[in-house]
C-alpha cells in the first residue's frame, strides 16, 4: 500500500554486528551465512542484517519480533544509543551515523524522545516535575517547561494529577507520565520500546487505545517496539517484522494477515482473530451501478434490471451518497407519478468508510437488509459490501 506522506526516517542497509571483528562477520554475511553460522564461526553476533525501511511524517510504524529478533537494538539504533556497523539512518536530511557527538546530541534533543517500559519515573519528584524533566536538562526556564509539562499531562489525560507522585499512581498512569515527558521535549519522534509490556493486559489494552487516540489528534512520527503480535496488529499502521536480525516483511496489519510473505509470517499469525484486523476495504466490491438525484423512478428501475440489482445507490454531483432507492419503492414512485428518485429514496441503511474493522459488519448486516456502502470522509460512494463478501475474505484468510 502506497503512502502519499513525506519520509521522516530512511534507514538502508543498516547492519549491527556485536563484537571486536564486525568486517569478518560481514564478509561471511555477504556470502550467505546466517546469524548462528556466523557466531559459530567467528564468536561475533549479526544483531541486525541490511535493513531497509522508511518511517513516514505521522505515521505509528511498528517494529515487532520474538526475543532475540533485533527489535530493541534497531531502535536504539535510530537515535546511536547503539553504533550501527554500517548504513544509513536519514532524518530530515541528516545522516545520524556520520554525525560527531556535539552534533548527534543537538539531532537526539531535536528529533527524539524515548518511552520505555520501566517507565524511568523519578518517586522524589511530582508528575509535572518528572514531565519537564527532560526540558530542565536542556536549561528551558521555569515557566516555559512548566507550561510545556502540564499541556502534555493535559494530552494524556493526567491533568489534576501534577502535584502527585509516581507511588500515588497507578502503573497505566505512571506510563502516561513518561509518555508526557516524550510530548513536553516536543521531539518530532517518538521512540517506545515495549512501553507498554510491564501493565496487566486491561490497562495495556487501554494504552493502546490512548496512544491511538493522542495519534489521532497529534499525528506524532512513532516507532514503537513490541514482541506482542496482537499489539502490532491493533496500533501499527505498518509493521516491520523482523526474525534473527533481518527483516522478513513490512506491510500494513491486513497485508501481514491477509499475504504472508513466508511460512515463518504464517505461522507467527496463526490464531489471530482476522474478523478484528481485517477492514471493509478488503470485503468491498466495486458498484455495478448508480443514479443521479436528478433522476427518476424509471430510470432506476432500468438499471436495477440491467445490473439484476434490488437496490440502487442515489449520489449528487460530487458522487456523494445521499440514499437509496429499491425496487419496490422505485416502483411505488413510478405509479404515483413522482419524477426524482430523491422523492422515493430511503436513508435507513449503513454506510462506513474502508477501515471499518471486518467484524463490525456482522451486527450491521442482521440490523438491516440492504447491502452497506463504503464512503470516504466526505461521503463520496467507493464501493459496496455484502454479506457474502465478508464471509468469503474471512474464509480466504482462513486458508493462507
Known amino acids: 500500500m502506497s503512502d502519499n506522506r513525506n519520509v521522516k526516517i530512511r534507514v538502508r542497509n543498516l547492519s549491527k554486528v556485536f563484537g571486536s571483528q564486525p568486517k569478518k562477520a560481514l564478509e561471511l554475511r555477504d556470502q550467505g551465512l546466517k546469524r548462528p553460522e556466523i ?68 539531532c537526539r534533543r531535536r528529533h527524539f524522545s524515548m518511552v520505555f517500559q520501566n517507565f524511568a519515573l523519578f ?133 501481514i494477515l491477509t499475504k504472508p510473505a513466508d511460512d515463518y509470517v504464517r505461522r507467527f499469525i496463526e490464531g489471530v482473530d482476522k474478523s478484528r484486523i481485517l477492514t471493509a476495504e478488503s470485503a468491498m466490491r466495486k458498484v455495478r451501478s448508480t443514479v443521479r438525484e436528478s433522476d427518476g423512478p424509471r430510470t432506476a428501475l432500468r438499471k436495477m434490471r440491467e445490473h439484476s440489482l434490488d437496490s440502487i445507490y442515489i449520489l449528487d454531483r460530487e458522487r456523494r451518497l445521499i440514499g437509496l432507492i429499491d425496487a419496490d419503492a422505485a416502483s411505488e414512485a413510478l405509479e404515483q407519478g413522482k419524477d426524482k428518485v430523491t422523492e422515493a429514496m430511503t436513508q435507513d441503511f449503513r454506510s462506513v468508510t474502508r477501515e471499518e474493522p471486518l467484524h463490525n459488519l456482522f451486527a450491521m448486516f442482521s440490523e438491516n437488509r440492504f447491502p452497506i456502502a463504503v464512503v470516504d470522509d466526505d461521503k463520496v460512494l467507493q464501493g459496496v459490501v455484502v454479506k457474502g463478501a465478508v464471509l468469503d475474505e474471512l474464509a480466504q484468510a482462513g486458508e493462507d
Open 39 to 106: 557466531l559459530d564461526k567467528t564468536g561475533q553476533t549479526l544483531g541486525l542484517s541490511n535493513i531497509d525501511f522508511d518511517v513516514h511524517e505521522g505515521e505509528l510504524l511498528v517494529i515487532m519480533g520474538l526475543s532475540g529478533s533485533g527489535k530493541s537494538t534497531l531502535i536504539r539504533c535510530l537515535n546511536r544509543l547503539i553504533e550501527p556497523t554500517e548504513g544509513e539512518i536519514v532524518i530530515d536530511g541528516e545522516n545520524i551515523p556520520d554525525l560527531k557527538e556535539k552534533e548527534l546530541l543537538e
Open 123 to 255: 518517586p522524589n519528584r511530582t508528575v509535572r516535575q518528572n514531565a519537564e524533566f527532560g526540558l530542565e536538562v536542556r536549561g528551558i526556564d521555569m515557566a516555559t517547561r512548566r507550561e510545556a509539562a502540564d499541556k502534555a499531562l493535559k494530552q494524556v489525560g493526567l491533568d489534576g494529577w501534577e502535584d502527585a507522585y509516581p507511588n500515588q499512581l497507578s502503573g497505566g498512569m505512571q506510563q502516561r507520565v513518561g509518555l508526557a515527558r516524550a510530548l513536553a521535549n516536543d521531539a518530532t519522534v517518538l521512540l517506545m520500546d515495549e512501553a507498554f509490556s510491564a501493565l496487566d493486559p486491561l490497562i495495556r489494552g487501554d494504552m493502546q487505545q490512548e496512544l491511538l487516540a493522542l495519534q489521532h489528534r497529534m499525528q506524532k512520527t512513532t516507532v514503537f517496539i513490541t514482541h506482542d503480535l496482537d499489539e502490532a496488529l491493533t496500533i501499527g499502521d505498518r509493521i516491520v517484522l523482523l526474525k534473527d536480525g533481518e527483516v522478513v516483511q513490512i506491510g500494513t496489519p491486513e497485508e
